[in-house]
Every structure is written in C-alpha cells, then in structure tokens.
C-alpha cells in the first residue's frame, strides 16, 4: 500500500498494513480478502487512514499544543486528566479537514452509496487505532464508534469525533499505563455500510469461553436491535454456548442456552437530528430468543473459520472476539468487526489460583449477579452514578472500595484501576465492565438488578466470584483462601484420577486441572438449582388446582416450547456442559438419587412424595425408574442424555445406576431406558452401576455380564455394611469407610470386576482424606479414582506417595 494514501476501498487492506489503518480495520481487510471466499458476509466500506489522521493534525497546527496539554497532565488527579482530556478533544472538534481530503471522503462515501443503489446510504463509522487489540493491552471501547450516519455533512462530522475520540480521558490513561507514545499511536477510521440489525438482533461472540479460558467452546452474546446496548451494559442479553468439536462433526452441538432480560434496544432515530434511539422491547419479546439454533450454529461455524484463518497465520492459537449483526431487511448474518482475544490467550493455564470460602462460614448473600473472573475481594462499598458526583458532592473514590453502580462508562476506567471489585445493576458477560474487569484482573459482578438500592456508600461487603457462574455479594468480610499450584510440578501417576463435578457453571474452570475425566456427575444438583421443580409437578401442575405453582411453572418455561421441553433442555444443557469440559474423556453422569424428603422439597414435591421413616433406604434410585408412578419422569432423564450424545455429539457421556438391588432391577431400568431410545451399546453408550449396597457385591459376578463399570459409593456401602445411620450423631464414631468389613467388600468387587474384564473406580473423598486407604486401592488395583476438584491436588500426591512404595 502507497505510504501517502489518504482513502482506501476496505478490500484493498490487510493485517500487513496494521501502522497505517489500525487494527479493527486491518482485521476487516484481511477477512474481506480472505473469509468471503468460505461464505463469512461482511459489509463492504473505505478507510481513511492515518495518513490522512497526520495530515488533519499538521494542517491545523496541533500536535505541539496538544503534546504541552497531555505533558501537563498529573494522572493521579482525575481531575486534572479530565480537563486535558477535554481541552484536547475540543481543539480537535473545532478544527477543520483539508479541503482535498473532505472531498474525497464525500466523494468516496457516495461511491459506496451507489454500490448499494442509495443515494445517501447509511453508514457506520468506527474509529481503529494503531495500537488497539495489541496482544498485552485491548483498548476495550476506547475509540468512538458512531452508527446510522447518513449524508456528507453528518459523515465529515463523525470522522472528526473519530480523531478526537483518541484523546478520551480513558484512551489518554489507558496509554499511559501501558507506557504507549501517545505520538506513535495513530487513528484510522472505517465507513462501513450498515446492517439493518435494529430490524433484528446483534452482538459479539468468543472463540473461547471468557471466564476460564476454555478453549473448546465459542460463546455467543445476543439481543435485538443495534449491537451498542450489550457493549454498553445496558442490556443484560441471550448467552449461547456451542461445542467446537463436535459442530466440526456436524452436531448441533448448543451446549447451553440462556434467555436475558433484553427490555431495551437500540434503533434508527425517527429524525435526522437523532441517529440512534432507544426504545423499550414488548413483553412477548422478551420472552423469546434471539436467535434460531440453525443461526446460532452458523454464527459459531463462521467464528470458528475465522479463529482458524487467525491461528494459521500467527502460527499459534489466536481466540476471537467478534461482532455481528442480522439484517432485518435480507436476513442474512454479517460479520462487522473481529479481533483477537487478549486477555485469556496470554494466560498461563499450567499455573492455578484457586480462591475458596470457608465453608464452616455462615453466610447468606444480599444478592447475586453475574460472575465475572474467578476472584474474591472484601472492600467498602462507593455507590457511583457518574463521575461528576465526585466534583459536586466531595465523594472521593479510595483505592480499594468496592465500585457500586448502574453501569460503568468507558471513561471511568481511571477508578476501575483502583477499585478492589466492580458490582454494576446492569450488564452481561461482555459488556464493558465485564471486558475491564478482566484486562485488570478485578473481580466483577455484573446485572445485579438493584445492587445501588441495596448497599449503602461506606458498607463493608464482601464480593465473591469464586462460586461459579452466579456473583454473591455478602455482608461483611467473610474468610476466604488463595492458593496457587503449578501444575508442572505435579507428578506422573499410574492410577488415573478422575474428578466429582456437581456444578454446570464451574465446569470449565475444573477442566484445566489435571484429570483423566468425570468419575461422577450428580443429575441431582442441576435438577435442584438449573430446574428446581419436581420433574412430575412440571407434567401434571394443570390437574393439581395450585395456582401459584403453575403461576412459577409458566413463568419459569420461557422460552420454552413446553414443560417437558424445559427439563429435557435444561438437564441437557447442564450435562453437556460437563461432557464438553472434559471432552473426550469419559464423564459418568448419575441418574437422579433424589431421596423421597429431598424430592419433597422440589417445588410441586409435597403433591406427590409418600412420607417415609427411612428414605435413605426407601423409594430411591432405580426403584423409581420402572415404577409406574415415576416412570414418565425417568423417561425425560432418558431424553436428556439421548440428546446430550446424539444430538450434540458428546458421546464421551457415559451413564450410571444408583442404588439398584437386584439383577432383576437392573434388567428393568435398561428396559425402560430402552423405550425411552437409551440401549446398552448403542452409538456406544456404556451403563456403568453404582457398587454401594452389600447386594451389588455379593451378586457382582452376576451384574457384570449386564453393565460396563461399577463405581464405588463408598458412604452408602459403608453405612449400609456396617449397619449404622451416617446422619446420626450417637454412632458417628462407628462410620469409617477403612473399617476391615468395607475393605472386604471393596476387596471382593474388584477382584471379581478384573475377572469379569468390568472397569471398577471410586468416587468419594477416602483416599484423599486417608492416604493408608489410598494405598489398599491401589494395590488392590482399582482402575480409576475419583475425588472433587479441591482435593485433586492433595490426592495426586497421596497417590503418588503410593506408588512410589508400591
């Protein structure tokens, strides 16, 4: 490219021309020349490069007086950032273009209007900086982007905010923490035709999932309208999740799917004074997802060709951070902006900080909202509405407070920095506190809903996002631990350990532990927190005359075709999400073990759970499965799975039988399973039992021609062999999993599963507690076990101790 080019078609540019046209620009070239090809739209446009950026700045004389106005900043003193920041931004807008240059811009602008049969088309113009998308700083939203400009006047305008926008009080500090020249950084300006998105749905997606830096997913961020609202934070919007291995497969791998509160959307403005303007979204539609699954898979499809176009060419892996936008007129999806990902590619995955609650810590939060990091902090609280709050009422922000607002604004990233945590009322996972929050290593929650209401300026809080995907703020400080593990220095084992995983939400941070796969994932928690009502409340609710229960069902089915619908998909989404983590090592998932008073106190439970002296040893586990009473139930559990293997490909998923009897209940529940579409050897479906009553050992020879793998339950076996109640205090001191009759047990069902050429593991916290129990397993020569993520560490080395004796 000609140094002195001034104007240049967008097709014409590409990454090697990153000094002249900025990275957002650069980035759009590139795919332009190289993605349409694979069938990625994105709109045609110009650049005004940053030849032309210099030449406005020599003709009207201003680098050296701007030069003296940034010099004189003190950038410890807000204050004083924000008036050289404004005096900058006013020389700027004050100035006037070259008169050569503003006729080739109009002149180019109507170009592209004709290409586009228009007269005056609509435009967006975006302003790419030189230095945004570096791999060590983002820029995030630092650079004004300015939607809907039509006409020569109104365009000229915009360009020259463009230029003044690299001087906002946020892009100045920015700069100077990363020790950039504000001199060697550029800005380039993009005028890219407009998609017709505010006749439909926009926003950004992840070539990776943004909290834990899980690489096999992308992460999509939906609402309706003009994609602004969800940068902003103003909505909180639908969140989409899709499985890279298996949508290269061809699997409709949606892994999970949530609806957002998107009351609010961005649209064209009705006059030519107003551009955009904000209008509230009808009830009906707030209530529906954005997008189509067959879009959301196209969306994903292309985000992974452009990681891979991207990967290629660095040489390594190169995550994504993409925006898009549906056009309500032709319908077709496009692409408008792409950038690499730099926060979790520059991460270091062999190092793990763990941070945990203490546990024997009572505690109730006043609220939750969306996780973002994976952090604690405690600190005061300071309720801010805007920056001029701090002039007009004296209100000093401290380092270390707690930052409590609506949302925040790109300028306030100056007091980000010294903020021990962000709480914000609005927002997603990508909104721009979000984004901040995670370049600065802040833990944030965000779309709390009324958090300014809620705490008081000056309270102590304590914000914790170390619980999953949810946020808790907690009154006062509560006691929590940070430990740090390098991974490196972990030693080899020869006994596979495989991890307990309860939460969907933290599934992906667990998955960069080291692991040989899921040895148990427990139905029951995902029943509990992603459904919460009784599976046969959920079916029957309309003949049982409780009107507030089906007042919470329906409200609860948004976005849902029906109720079975709803606990099909939200029981699918919650194992696949443990299946994709760990992919392609097996993950055994449990059917639900729900005793009868547990399920009692599922919403809709007390209409149907009999009232029994012993549940523990009552109507659980398989007895429920074929009975006809519960059969219908099951059978959606069977739906689940079929769908989490068959549908989205995970045939890592591996299924298993509780607290089943006898052989003759065996023989039912695969039954059933079977007329729900479940049958042993299927596409490779494994049935694994769970070995936790004296009759699964006794008779082991017998269930092993009918099943693949026992698991251990080594608390029911132990209860159930010593004949004591684990939950009764007076015969606490008997219950111990080491007693010589349990090792017996335990003893028999390996050596008859290695006859049998069955699989045998453990899952529960023995070995890591006891390392003389660790020890007798592993001589005995059980194949796998499994312990939760917080004790993997301890019992890799506990095992390892073993094996060196061994």
């Known amino acids: 490219m000609p140094n002195n080019s001034f104007l ?158 690299l001087f906002t009080d946020r892009a100045i500090s920015y700069r100077q923490s990363f020790g950039y020249d504000h001199f060697n950084i550029g800005l380039s300006v993009c005028v890219q035709k407009m998609v017709r998105s505010d006749l439909a749905a926009s926003g950004v997606a992840f070539s990776l999932d943004t909290e834990s830096g899980f690489k096999n997913v992308v992460v999509i961020n939906a609402s309706f309208g003009l994609g602004e609202m969800i940068v902003q934070g103003s909505v909180s919007p639908d969140e989409y999740i899709v499985f890279k291995p298996t949508l290269k497969e061809g699997y409709k791998s949606v892994i999970e799917k949530k609806l957002g509160n998107k009351d609010r959307m961005m649209v064209y403005g009705d006059n030519p004074d107003e551009r955009v303007q904000i209008i509230p979204v009808e009830k009906p539609l707030q209530q529906r997802y954005c997008l189509t699954n067959d879009r959301i898979l196209q969306l994903a499809g292309w985000v992974v060709k452009i990681e891979e176009y991207y990967s290629n060419l660095k040489q390594r892996w190169c995550p994504m951070d993409v925006e898009w936008a549906v056009d309500g007129l032709s319908k077709e999806l496009f692409i408008v902006q792409a950038r690499p990902e730099t926060i979790h590619s520059q991460k270091d995955h062999s190092k793990i900080t763990g941070y945990l609650v203490d546990e024997s810590t009572q505690r109730t939060p006043l609220f939750k909202g969306i996780a973002v990091g994976d952090k604690i902090a405690t600190g005061k609280v300071s309720i801010l509405y805007s920056l001029d709050k701090r002039v007009t009422e004296g209100h000093e922000f401290k380092a270390g407070d707690v930052l409590v607002t609506d949302m925040t604004d790109p300028d306030w990233e100056p007091i980000m920095k010294k903020a021990s945590a962000i709480i914000t009322n609005k927002g997603g996972r990508t909104c721009h506190a979000a984004i901040v929050a995670r370049e600065l290593g802040v833990p944030a929650i965000v779309g709390c809903g009324n958090a300014t209401e809620i705490v008081t300026d000056g309270q102590l809080i304590t914000a914790s996002c170390a619980e999953g995907d949810e946020g808790f703020i907690y009154e006062g400080a509560i006691p929590f631990q940070k430990t740090e593990t390098d991974l490196r220095d972990m030693p080899a084992l020869k006994t596979p350990i495989m991890l307990n995983v309860a939460s969907p939400s933290l599934a992906f941070r667990f998955s960069h532990l080291p692991n040989a796969g899921v040895g148990l994932a427990r139905e029951e928690f995902i029943i509990n927190n992603y459904i919460q009502v009784h599976p046969l409340a959920l079916m029957q609710h309309q003949n049982l005359d409780d009107k507030e229960l089906s007042a919470t069902i329906k409200k609860m089915i948004a976005g849902f075709d029906n109720e079975e619908d709803f606990f099909i998909k939200r029981l699918s989404y919650g194992i696949a999400k443990i299946a994709a983590a760990f992919y392609p090592n097996k993950v055994i998932v449990r059917f639900s073990d729900f005793k009868s008073n547990e399920y009692y106190n599922l919403l809709g439970g007390k209409h149907f759970e009999p009232h029994e002296e012993n549940p523990m040893i009552g109507w659980r586990g398989a007895s429920r499965y074929y009975s006809e009473k519960y059969k219908a139930a099951f059978g959606m559990e069977c739906k689940a799975i079929k769908r989490v293997r068959e549908e989205m490909g995970l045939k890592n998923v591996v299924v298993m039988i509780p607290f089943c009897r006898t052989v003759e209940e065996l023989h039912k529940v695969t039954a059933v399973m079977k007329e729900f579409g479940l049958e042993r050897g299927d596409r490779g479906l494994e049935i694994f039992l769970m070995a936790e009553i004296p009759s699964n050992i006794i008779l082991a020879e017998e269930f092993s021609k009918h099943i693949d793998g026992f698991s251990i339950g080594s608390n029911d076996l132990t209860q159930l062999t010593l004949g004591l109640d684990r939950d009764s205090s007076l015969v606490a001191h008997l219950y111990d999993e080491r007693n010589p009759a349990v090792k017996e047990m335990l003893r028999m069902l390996i050596r008859v599963a290695k006859r049998n050429k069955v699989k045998v593991g453990i899952c529960g916290q023995g070995p890591s507690d006891f390392p003389d129990f660790a020890q007798f397993l592993v001589e005995e020569g059980i194949d796998s076990i499994s312990v939760t993520p917080d004790s993997v560490i301890k019992t890799i080395r506990a095992i390892h101790a073993v094996e060196k004796k061994g």
């Open 8 to 165: 240049l078609n967008l097709d014409e540019v590409g990454l090697n021309d990153l000094d002249m046209v900025g990275g957002k620009n650069a980035s759009l070239g590139e795919m332009l020349q190289n993605l349409t090809k694979l069938g990625i739209n994105i709109p045609g446009g110009f650049v005004i490069t940053v030849n032309a950026y210099r030449e406005f700045l020599r003709h009207n004389n201003l680098e050296a007086t701007i030069k003296n106005i940034v010099n004189a900043i003190d950038y410890n003193d807000i204050e004083s950032l924000r008036r050289g920041g404004l005096q900058v931004r006013t020389l700027l807008k004050n100035s006037k273009f070259p008169k050569e240059l503003s006729e080739s811009i109009i002149e180019k602008y109507y170009e592209l209007s004709k290409k586009y049969d228009q007269e005056q088309t609509d435009v967006a113009v975006r302003s790419s900086a030189t230095a945004e998308d570096l791999p060590d700083a983002s820029f995030a939203g630092q650079q004004e982007t300015y939607l809907n400009v039509r006409g020569p006047a109104t365009l000229i305008n915009s360009v020259r905010n463009c230029f003044a926008s």
